[in-house]
């Protein structure tokens, strides 16, 4: 690549305008930028595209959220920097837990510029995070499952060495953070998060969408 090249950037978002405003944004900041409606049209564009060196994701989204996009892009783009972005967060810069991101950016502040610099420093220390990520597997996001004959609410991992999936008794559903157990068969650490985006409401989540999703994932 040489300096004359423009950094691409793909910004994934459900809201039109949200996704156009944030796109001119950055164009504006001298990037080129491709756009996806949610996690499976961002990866679909990433099979297809030059990928980007850089991602800025909106976490609810309906088909694939955020949160497991960005578990996916972790473990399969590693070289990719990712910013996440939200409403349903207060918090200022820091990146909340269980959130596979390097930043994180509150949608409501419109700062703009903040939005620039931290993308400009991510670009800038690609090198390094892409190391960083490659030294811990990224975690998988698991869905809820529900409980089991006894009541115990239990989830099913897949190792990410042997590809086996065993089931996971586990004293809460809602823990925000990566969590890590050994795989049942070849006893590697397997990484993963428990599927929390249904607590995590943002203002423009709408009632019937997440009884509908409720609904899908059962009881
Ligand atoms: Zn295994």
């Given at each position: 690549m040489n300096n004359l090249s423009k950094h691409l950037i793909l910004v994934v978002d459900d809201e039109k305008r949200v996704r156009e405003s944030t796109a001119l944004v950055l164009r504006s900041g001298g990037y080129d930028v491709n756009t996806a409606e949610d996690g499976f049209d961002a990866l679909l564009q990433l099979r297809n595209d030059p990928l980007p060196e850089a991602i800025i994701s909106d976490l609810?989204?309906?088909?694939?959220?955020g949160f497991e996009f960005l578990s996916v892009v972790r473990r399969r783009f590693p070289e990719i920097a990712v910013i996440a972005i939200s409403g349903?967060?207060?918090?200022?810069d820091h990146v909340p837990g269980g959130i596979i991101a390097d930043a994180f950016y509150a949608?409501?502040?419109?700062?703009p510029e903040e939005l620039l610099r931290t993308l400009a420093e991510l670009i800038r220390t690609r090198a390094e995070q892409a190391a960083h990520h490659r030294e811990q597997p990224a975690p998988v996001w698991i869905p809820r499952n529900g409980k089991d004959s006894k009541g115990v609410p239990f989830i099913v991992l897949t190792c990410t060495q042997c590809l086996r999936s065993f089931p996971l008794s586990i004293p809460?559903?809602?823990?925000?953070e990566v969590q890590e157990t050994p795989c049942l068969f070849c006893s590697s650490p397997v990484r993963y998060v428990i599927d929390f985006s249904l607590d995590v409401k943002s203002p423009t989540w709408h009632e019937p969408q997440v009884k509908a999703n409720r609904a899908k994932l059962g009881p």
């Amino acid at each position: 690549m040489n300096n004359l090249s423009k950094h691409l950037i793909l910004v994934v978002d459900d809201e039109k305008r949200v996704r156009e405003s944030t796109a001119l944004v950055l164009r504006s900041g001298g990037y080129d930028v491709n756009t996806a409606e949610d996690g499976f049209d961002a990866l679909l564009q990433l099979r297809n595209d030059p990928l980007p060196e850089a991602i800025i994701s909106d976490l609810n989204m309906p088909q694939m959220s955020g949160f497991e996009f960005l578990s996916v892009v972790r473990r399969r783009f590693p070289e990719i920097a990712v910013i996440a972005i939200s409403g349903a967060y207060e918090s200022g810069d820091h990146v909340p837990g269980g959130i596979i991101a390097d930043a994180f950016y509150a949608k409501g502040h419109h700062r703009p510029e903040e939005l620039l610099r931290t993308l400009a420093e991510l670009i800038r220390t690609r090198a390094e995070q892409a190391a960083h990520h490659r030294e811990q597997p990224a975690p998988v996001w698991i869905p809820r499952n529900g409980k089991d004959s006894k009541g115990v609410p239990f989830i099913v991992l897949t190792c990410t060495q042997c590809l086996r999936s065993f089931p996971l008794s586990i004293p809460r559903e809602d823990v925000h953070e990566v969590q890590e157990t050994p795989c049942l068969f070849c006893s590697s650490p397997v990484r993963y998060v428990i599927d929390f985006s249904l607590d995590v409401k943002s203002p423009t989540w709408h009632e019937p969408q997440v009884k509908a999703n409720r609904a899908k994932l059962g009881p």
